[in-house]
């Protein structure tokens, strides 16, 4: 039995209701940068339970994600749309009125490290992810991951 399609025409949009729109009818998509950057700080915690958990792959990983929502936070507070998942460039990406230290970038490279090798067994010659990383490992990203918050912090302030 073949089901009818109807043609692009024949499709109405949704209603509006007590004088909303949809979103994508808005001339202006609503700034989401502050919950980014709660997510980010959440994300942080969770490498902070994980670590304690002694799931320190989970805890660097956790660290990558936290300082990557936070720097596409920054993104956002400045009206642009990041895309990607490597820290560093998404640092250096920042608007150039964004004065990004040289040492942030070099600890989001630390940080960007973890995003594949601390999930994914091929991610290593050999071994599961969860033997090649410990307190030493964790304890660096999350530093970092500390770091780069702070900063984004004080770029919303």
């Known amino acids: 039995m073949r089901i009818p399609v109807a043609s692009l ?3 109405t949009p949704p209603k509006v209701v007590r004088g909303t729109r949809p979103l994508w009818q ?5 700034n989401r940068a502050e919950d980014w950057l709660r997510q ?11 670590q304690a958990e002694q799931r320190h792959e989970w805890a660097c990983f956790a660290a990558q994600q936290a300082a990557e929502k936070a720097v596409k936070a920054l993104h956002l ?21 964004v004065a990004v230290p040289d040492e942030l970038v070099e600890r989001a490279k630390v940080l960007d490290n973890f ?6 067994p ?28 702070d900063f984004v912090r004080s770029q919303v302030a």
């Open 9 to 11: 025409d024949d499709i």
């Open 26 to 30: 808005h001339d202006v998509v609503p």
């Open 40 to 50: 980010a700080v959440r994300d942080l915690d969770q490498a902070e339970a994980s």
């Open 77 to 97: 507070f400045h009206g642009q749309e990041a895309r990607g998942h490597v820290v560093a460039r998404l640092l250096v990406d920042l608007p150039a009125d």
């Open 115 to 120: 995003y594949v090798s601390a999930r994914y």
């Open 122 to 149: 091929n991610g290593h010659p050999e071994g599961a992810p969860f033997e090649h990383y410990g307190p030493l490992q964790s304890n660096q990203a999350m530093d970092h991951a500390r770091t780069i918050i």
